[in-house]
């Protein structure tokens, strides 16, 4: 990062980044906005006990995003966390005050809330399957539950009132009709991947909404969208995630 001190820097953390949206995002939001005080940069972090000494090294650091596989493990290094991200139990955006005081926000419970509202019918019943227990999917389960949408969580070794992938038949797909994949599965380059799920047992009344941004048609949403069922990317959740840190990141 410039060394300049009127620069205001910015960046993700997380492991690996290969993958990463934000630098670009922000990059074009700053070029086409004329925003001149501010970078972005990708820093990648394998392990969350370098944290500390990340932050020493950019004094000019005004904030963070923090994706996979930090949003749990970056908690207790933060001086405060924000109430609604105390709750969901997980943080990917951190704002760092010119003194260096650390605070946590979850701006991704913001982003899915307003594009999965957006994007299901009104009069949607059902109940949810949420695919993945790590930190993404603790800002779905706590949507979901502001909006009373029952769920269940699937993993691949389920806990106590988990799902395992073996549970999800036919009469359990009769009542949960919501299908959001918060697991990594099927991001570029590892496209062919996808959670296994029984694919032909979905029809139109289905609705599979994947985190997953890139390819902008996962494997998942593809084989559901050949059993009828309706199907969401991540783009529009990440855009608005990513704008909601920017207006924590330049809140007076």
């Known amino acids: 990062m410039s060394g300049k001190t009127n620069i205001r820097h910015f960046g993700l953390i997380g492991f690996p980044l290969s993958h990463s949206f934000s630098r670009q995002y922000f990059r074009e939001k700053f070029e086409k906005e004329g925003i001149l005080d501010a970078q972005y940069e990708n820093l990648p972090l394998e392990n969350i006990l370098d944290f500390p000494a990340l932050i020493k090294r950019f004094p000019n650091l005004r904030g963070l995003n923090v994706t996979i596989p930090h949003k749990q493990a970056v908690m207790p290094f933060l001086d405060e966390i924000e109430a609604s991200a105390q709750v969901i139990g997980a ?32 009069n949607f019943k059902g109940q949810a399957l949420v695919l993945g227990t790590g930190g993404a999917s603790k800002a779905i389960c706590f949507v979901l539950t502001k909006n009373e949408i029952q769920y269940k969580l699937v993993s691949r070794s389920p806990g106590e009132g988990q799902l395992g992938y073996e549970d999800i038949d036919k009469e359990l797909l009769e009542k949960y009709k919501l299908i959001v994949n918060t697991t990594p599965l099927g991001t570029h380059p590892n496209i062919e991947s996808c959670p296994d799920i029984p694919y032909d047992l979905l029809g139109p009344n289905h609705y599979l909404y994947d985190l997953v941004y890139n390819p902008s048609e996962t494997k998942f949403m593809r084989l559901g969208a050949a059993s009828g069922a309706q199907t969401h990317n991540g783009l529009q959740m990440l855009i608005l995630q990513a704008e909601g840190a920017w207006q924590i990141w330049n809140r007076l």
């Open 91 to 122: 943080v990917n955006t951190i704002r760092v005050e010119p003194e260096g005081r650390l605070t946590g926000f979850n701006t991704d419970a913001y982003g899915f809330e307003r594009s999965l509202l957006e994007w299901l019918p009104a």
